[in-house]
């Protein structure tokens, strides 16, 4: 599984786990239902991996995929544009709302 983090988001992730006091914690990324489209991305913290977990190293940064977003979210690439909200370009998407927080498979 390939997921990218910009410079910009991968940088932008590390300063709100200073902010949250959580460094040397991983980022989880999942894909739930919801939004204008059906499925929305979801990132948090979390202290270690599920034992079904995929984790993959960006930058030097340690991320996490559960089993059932990790092929939704294969060769996405994320960024922060904007300083309030990352974008996701995701080529599993067959359609995606103009904020691009939420996407269609």
């Known amino acids: 599984m390939t997921l990218t983090l910009t410079d910009r988001a991968r940088a932008a992730v590390l300063a709100r786990a200073g902010e949250a006091e959580v460094a040397g914690w991983l980022l989880r990324i999942a894909v739930v239902a919801g939004g204008c489209n059906g499925?929305?991305?979801?990132?948090f913290f979390v202290q270690e991996p599920g034992a079904e977990d995929t984790v993959v190293e960006t930058g030097g940064l340690r991320v996490v995929v559960d089993a059932?977003?990790?092929?939704?979210?294969?060769g996405t690439v994320i960024d922060l544009p904007r300083a309030e909200s990352f974008s996701?370009?995701?080529?599993?998407?067959?359609?995606?709302?103009s904020c691009g927080a939420s996407f269609e498979v």
């Open 88 to 97: 996701f370009q995701n080529p599993r998407a067959k359609k995606a709302c």
């Open 39 to 43: 499925l929305s991305y979801d990132l």
């Open 68 to 74: 059932a977003s990790a092929p939704l979210l294969d």
